[in-house]
């Protein structure tokens, strides 16, 4: 029996060689210094704030160098596949403005290096398994589970490494006869990798984010097919891909450089040129006095439904991220406020080698400026198309008062130092509630009077200032004149410096009176302009507000 009987018995149908597949995936044709990058998530969860750094990571150094963005379904777990996640993934990069120029989904296959779901692509990666075998760089191992995990229980014990590999590797030496025979027999196995490495030389691997490091050669026997499904491990699917799709450059999280070694030893069996790699900082968090890695469990905004949940822009979140991967972007934007991300000269050198502080009051800042450059519509069309998804009651009530929600939205919106009220969607309802006689009417929230405490004085001014002094059409130059006049009438200085020079001879000042008033009307002492909040409401409205003051 040779190596060959064994590949053959292993996989009788598979006719196919490597070569084949170096012909049917022959190098790109892209112009020099071109990226091919690929963002490559598991379907095992739903995306998350780290998934999301690599794929802008990966866009923008594909983008700006004329290269390849493709997404590939890495779902060889499939035990444990959550449904619904890959729906997730392509729906949040498509509403983060991230477009794939190859991919697969839901039967569409665009480029053509595909498959694009690793589990379809299981005869490519037998042929490469098939190839090990012949060559004698790969073997079927029958250890049971039990029993690895009792070396692995002995190795623990005895405080050496942990892993397969020398006198643990049982099957590694196993004659060919007898695994035939076994195979022959029905007896499970796997595969493993058959590594010539030596643990105690070293070899140097330059990582472009953090430079040249040294590491142990591999010589773990690692498994690289799976004897329940025969799909190959992530660590071999991973070589084949990345070498039949032509990526160039990998972004993944910190986490895999443990696995350099292993990769390192693979393509050098296959003789194949090893992508770039470029391996991401962990993403911290603030929590009180100390600061941790971001947690998928403890944290909420460790995944992206929190962003669409809570209505931030695409482009707040993208920004954010951005801003953490290089320390430079933020200095790039203030030069180049309008230009798309994806313009941005991403730096490997320039990312945080000690982890990336990711701060939810940095988003929010972010985001209300953003949200303060929009046109009123346009806000206006954002909010509704949020309320649609989350909030229902909010997106009729919103659709049934279109005009007065967009006159909101644009007070002190075009100006040179616009407002900034809102850093999200959903904390637009109840920073505008005030505005709509529905939930005015129904709401049992109490009046907080501040600077005038007694509500007969504040039903008082509201009064005679709406049915003596208040008319529509009165400029805002008129508006608050009548406003002083008003003061005036009622016992308050109509300046606030006559007030300080004498407040002895005044119940308070103009101030005092506008801020009864804005209470009076809104439930609020904070709100934009009072001057166009009351164009909006209407004298009427306002009228029966008051009343229900005096009721209350």
């Known amino acids: 029996m040779t190596t060959k ?54 866009y923008c150094l594909a983008k700006k160098s004329g290269g390849v963005f493709f997404v590939r379904n890495e779902d060889t777990d499939q035990a444990r596949t959550v449904e619904g996640a890959v729906d997730f993934i392509h729906n949040t990069l498509k509403h983060y403005g991230i477009y794939p120029d190859e991919y697969e989904y839901k039967g569409e296959v665009v480029g053509n290096y595909g498959p694009y779901i ?15 075998i012949e060559i004698g760089k790969a073997y079927p191992c029958f ?56 643990f105690d030389e070293k070899f140097v691997f330059e990582e472009l984010n953090k430079g ?14 799976k004897s329940e499904d025969l799909l190959p491990t992530y660590h071999f699917a991973h070589l084949v891909d990345d070498h039949l799709m032509r990526t160039t450059h990998v972004v993944r999280g910190e986490e895999w450089i443990s ?21 991401n900082s962990l993403i911290l968090k603030k929590d009180g006095d100390t600061i941790r890695k971001i947690s998928k469990r403890k944290d909420p905004e460790a995944l992206m439904f929190y962003y669409t949940e809570k209505g931030y822009p695409a482009s707040a979140v993208i920004e954010s991220v951005m801003t953490i991967a290089n320390s430079n972007y933020e200095e790039w934007r203030t030069q180049n406020p309008e230009a798309p991300f994806y313009e941005f000269d991403f730096n490997p050198k320039k990312m945080s080698s000690s982890g990336a502080l990711f701060d939810l009051d940095k988003l929010d800042n972010i985001s209300k400026n953003i949200i303060s450059k929009m046109k009123a519509k ?29 006159g909101f939205l644009n007070i002190e919106r075009e100006q040179s130092k616009p407002r900034k009220d809102f850093a999200h969607y959903s904390e637009v309802k109840d920073k505008i509630w005030y505005m709509f006689n529905e939930l005015f009417d129904k709401s049992d929230k109490p009046y907080e009077f501040k600077t005038i405490d007694k509500k007969s004085d504040v039903y008082e001014l509201a009064s005679v200032y709406l049915n003596d002094f208040y008319r529509e059409e009165d400029d805002k130059d008129t508006w608050f004149s009548k406003i002083k006049s008003l003061s005036e009438r009622l016992g308050y200085a109509k300046e606030v410096k006559e007030y300080k ?33 009351m164009k909006l409401l209407g004298k009427q409205e306002m009228l029966k ?5 005096q009721k209350s």
């Open 5 to 58: 009987d064994l590949a053959n018995l292993i996989f009788p149908n598979i006719t196919k060689t490597i070569e084949d597949y170096e012909k049917e995936y022959p190098e790109r044709d892209l112009k020099e210094g071109a990226k091919v990058v690929r963002f490559a998530p598991s379907p095992t969860g739903f995306m998350h704030i780290g998934n999301m750094m690599s794929a802008t990571i990966n």
């Open 501 to 533: 020079e004498n407040p002895d001879n005044y119940k308070g000042h103009v101030g005092d009176v506008s801020t009864a008033l804005r209470i009076a009307i809104t439930k609020e002492s904070m709100t934009p302009d009072l001057y166009m909040i």
């Open 143 to 198: 250890m049971s589970k039990e029993e690895v995990d009792e070396i692995r229980e002995n190795q623990a014990q005895a405080k050496k490494r942990i892993g397969i590999y020398g006198r643990y590797a049982r099957c590694r030496n196993m004659s060919i006869d007898e695994a035939y025979e076994k195979i022959k027999n029905g007896d499970k196995f796997v595969i493993r990798f058959k590594s010539s490495g030596d």
């Open 545 to 549: 507000r008051i009343e229900k003051l």
């Open 378 to 406: 346009d806000l206006y069309e954002e909010i509704a198309k949020w309320a649609s998804e989350y909030d229902k009651e909010f997106e009729s009530l919103i659709r049934e008062n279109k005009d007065l929600v967009i």
């Open 212 to 225: 040249k490091m040294e590491f142990p050669m591999n010589d773990l026997d690692f498994p690289i097919m």
């Open 118 to 132: 690793q589990s379809e692509r299981k005869e490519i990666y037998h042929a490469y398994v098939k190839h090990l």
């Open 259 to 279: 696995s350099v070694p292993i990769h390192y030893e693979l393509f050098k069996t296959f003789g194949f040129e090893m992508p770039k790699y470029i391996h």
